[in-house]
């Protein structure tokens, strides 16, 4: 495995100066939308949609999962060009790009403006940047100096803090500075772990374990959303297929699907996030999964998160799963950074 000294050949973009500024990120963000403010009108919606796509969308499922009962409103995610039927001006719709541009989340302004429903923004510029200015659409607009691999999928302190900001400024999560203040520090105190190739670091192990195979990740109430950023982040960054499943959900089908085919079943490596906050029956079922596992000899690991809080396990399963995706890059010889895949099927999409 190569030291991060020697990581500059394979990582160009110096994504892992990205990773190990997450944390910087986390603070920067809560340091500025602490004390932003907002129309009043924007805390009397009843549903709250996020349109967003990608790494744009991270810190939704994140919070989603985490605060699924703290928050005071149902939160949807849109992925897409449309908006459910549903919508109504009780709607307020977050457009969310990181970059600006992202096609789906303008149609989704457009249609918002045009059939005059509230909406805010959360961007660094671009497209969505100049629609909120032209249209008096309350906007967030940052910068990404702890970034500077500069792909928003490495953004990922912002997009969860300044999503968890806008949710706690308009009234949606009560979240004190208290609570980030924890998950901060415990973010920085794992980050020194997962950074390190000189003492036993489980972003590594997991990366080694997984090498040649497909992770299945597997997941549980607050870190449901993890499961879903953590395949996203292997796929882009690992340039490896992944997926991701919840418990108890996959234990009435998955088990079976499993069977076969072998060469496939051969490849596989189940990823559990483990958590001592889960349900007593869910932490059971965890126990039986791995059972389950080793009996149709699929091979499987089982990650227990630091921290004490839903919020503060979330936190470090993400910088976790982070590094450990762009690990498993650097030990299969690839640039973490591009996509040239995703690059080369917009380009189709813009001819």
Not at 122 to 131: E, K, M, N, P
Not at 156 to 169: E, K, M, N, P, S
Not at 193 to 220: F, G, T
Not at 254 to 271: F, H
């Amino acid at each position: 495995m190569a030291n991060p000294a020697q990581f500059k050949h394979l990582d160009p973009s110096n994504m892992f100066g990205s990773l190990g500024a997450i944390p910087d990120q986390v603070e920067a963000a809560w340091q500025a939308i602490a004390d932003r403010t907002f129309p009043a009108s924007l805390r009397d919606c009843k549903h709250l949609i996020v349109a967003g796509m990608g790494g744009s969308a991270i810190g939704t499922h994140l919070i989603q999962s985490v605060f699924r009962d703290r928050l005071s409103l149902p939160v949807t995610i849109v992925s897409d060009y449309r908006l459910p039927a549903w919508v109504d001006r009780e709607t307020l719709i977050l457009l969310s790009s990181y970059s600006g541009g992202t096609e789906e989340v303008m149609s989704v302004a457009e249609y918002g403006q045009a059939h005059d429903l509230p909406m805010m923004a959360l961007t660094t510029g671009g497209d969505l940047a100049a629609f909120a200015e032209r249209h008096k659409v309350p906007a967030v607009l940052f910068k990404s100096e702890h970034n500077p691999c500069g792909q928003p999928r490495i953004g990922l302190g912002y997009a969860v803090t300044y999503q968890l900001g806008i949710f706690r400024q308009l009234g949606f999560i009560d979240l004190t500075n208290e609570e980030m203040g924890a998950a901060l520090s415990l973010l920085r105190s794992v980050n020194a772990i997962y950074a390190d190739l000189s003492v036993p670091n489980p972003s590594l192990d997991l990366a080694y374990r997984a090498r040649l195979r497909a992770p299945l990740i597997i997941a549980s109430e607050h870190l449901t959303g993890n499961a879903h950023i953590l395949a996203n982040q292997w796929n882009e960054n690992a340039k490896n297929m992944a997926a991701w499943f919840a418990i108890p959900e996959l234990n009435h089908h998955l088990l079976e699907g499993l069977t076969g085919p072998a060469a496939v079943r051969n490849r596989l490596l189940a990823v559990l996030l483990h958590s001592n906050l889960y349900d007593e029956r869910n932490q059971k079922r965890y126990d039986i999964t791995r059972q389950v596992l080793d009996e149709q000899k699929i091979a499987s690991i089982s990650i227990n998160p630091h921290g004490k809080t839903p919020l503060e396990q979330a936190f470090d399963t993400l910088l976790l799963g982070a590094y450990a995706s762009f690990y498993q890059a650097v030990l299969n010889k690839i640039n973490p950074s591009p996509i040239p895949w995703v690059d080369y099927f917009k380009r189709l999409m813009s001819a």
